[in-house]
């Protein structure tokens, strides 16, 4: 079971970004708000490449997005997915920074992750972290492999609202 993560808006997205942060670095968990993206959006969960390796795919694909809209504004991004062979961030080791090394003193980092992800973020570093989502309840799904993809099956799966 997953804990239920919606993207902001990108209106209020925007509005949380202070003028003088324009060196973000977008860190996109493959946990809890993969799934949920996954199941809002029918992307598939993870998508495995030819070495086997798992790439959070519904979290990739909202990154994209969201860099493209802070992009718009005039700020730099980059962009940190955590992927399959990394640990999520709720549980990241806080002797570990490497996720970090993305970008050179971003003066913001937006996280794309559940609550306790960007609590986990924010113990990694000084910079300003802000959660670019809000918790909505959990989802408990099922899923079924197929094409080197990791799908949700819908029918099957279940969502509650909190």
């Known amino acids: 079971m997953a804990i239920y993560s919606k993207t902001l808006s990108d209106d209020r997205i925007l509005s949380l970004i202070p003028e003088n942060k324009k060196h973000i670095l977008l860190v996109a968990c493959g946990g809890c708000v993969n799934e ?6 029918d992307n598939p969960i993870l998508v495995f490449d030819d070495e086997n390796n798992s790439i959070p795919y519904a979290s ?8 493209a809209v802070l992009e718009t504004s005039g700020c730099g991004v ?16 806080e002797s570990d920074t490497s996720i970090l ?6 003066d913001l980092i937006l ?15 000084d ?4 959660s670019i989502t809000h918790q909505v309840g959990y989802v408990s ?12 099956i819908k029918e099957s799966s279940r969502c509650q609202m909190i």
């Open 60 to 67: 990739k694909v909202e990154a994209k997005r969201i860099s």
């Open 78 to 93: 980059e962009i940190k997915l955590l992927t399959g062979d990394m640990p999520v961030l709720c549980i990241y080791s």
């Open 141 to 152: 799904y099922t899923y079924r492999d197929a094409d080197s993809k990791r799908l949700i």
């Open 127 to 130: 910079t300003p972290v802000i």
């Open 36 to 41: 949920s993206l996954a199941y809002d959006h």
């Open 101 to 106: 090394d993305t970008m050179t003193n971003p």
């Open 111 to 125: 996280t794309i992750s559940c609550a306790s992800g960007a609590m986990g973020m924010k113990f990694l570093t």
